[in-house]
């Protein structure tokens, strides 16, 4: 039950693009296609922005696109608006109804 | 917007126990498997402990198994982790998060709950 790896942090200017990535292993990202990512401003609950590596829940701005390759996964945010500042984490099933959630990557919108 | 909203945190020396809860009366609760996950203060999400919808299955992560047990009552709608043995390493905001129908992923989060372990 190791973390997902991510970057710490990660940046980028109003209107560009930025991925994040979050390393697993064989027995979790490479092993489902159960990846999800969420979404966290300080102080608040985690909201769910992609699930099953690639979809949006209903609500959620497909300026938010997630792939997956082997046991890497990444989250791209396409246009990049101030109030996508906040933290992001990964997760993926693990098997045996578990989970493994990524230590976490601040965006910072320059 | 559907919610769920958490309860029962507070201040338990290390050794004590204390009991959260969950509840929501916005969705047929029993169809739903259901999560308990952790916020250390200034650190990431930690997924602790899976229910199913019917009670029958449960799951624990290494780091809290044989302390906390996961169950629920349907009929009041309501989740519970009783948590035993607390350790100092176990402060931080307890989410109950809703297993989403489809994807594993946790689509309904409360607020969250602080527990604070110290003497």
């Known amino acids: 039950q190791s973390a997902l790896t991510q970057p710490p942090s990660a940046s980028g200017s109003p209107g560009r693009s930025v991925t994040i990535s979050c390393t697993g292993t064989?027995?979790?990202?490479?092993?489902?296609?159960?990846v999800s990512w969420y979404q966290q401003h300080p102080g608040k609950a985690p909201k769910l922005i992609i699930y099953?590596?690639?979809n949006w829940p209903s609500g959620v701005p497909d300026r938010f696109s997630g792939s997956k390759s082997g046991n890497t996964a990444s989250l791209t945010v396409s246009g990049l608006q101030t109030e996508d500042e906040a933290d992001y984490y990964c997760s993926s099933y693990a098997g045996s109804n578990s989970w493994v959630f990524g230590g976490g990557t601040k965006l910072t919108v320059l | 917007e559907v919610q769920v909203v958490e309860s029962g945190g507070g201040l338990v020396q290390p050794g004590g126990s204390l009991r959260l809860s969950c509840t929501s009366s916005e969705f047929t609760f029993s169809s739903y498997n259901m999560n308990w996950v952790r916020q250390a203060p200034g650190k990431g999400l930690e997924w602790i402990s899976y229910?199913?919808?019917?009670?029958?299955?449960?799951s624990y992560a290494d780091s809290v198994k044989g302390r906390f047990t996961i169950f629920r009552d349907n009929a009041k709608n309501s989740l519970y982790l009783q948590m035993n043995s607390l350790r100092d390493d176990d402060t931080a905001v307890y989410y109950c998060?809703?297993?989403?129908?489809?994807?594993?992923?946790?689509?309904?989060w409360g607020q969250g709950t602080t527990v604070t372990v110290s003497s």
């Open positions: 099953e590596v690639s």
């Open positions: 998060a809703r297993r989403s129908a489809t994807g594993r992923a946790m689509d309904v």
């Open positions: 064989s027995s979790d990202i490479g092993g489902y296609d159960y």
């Open positions: 229910v199913s919808g019917s009670g029958s299955s449960m």
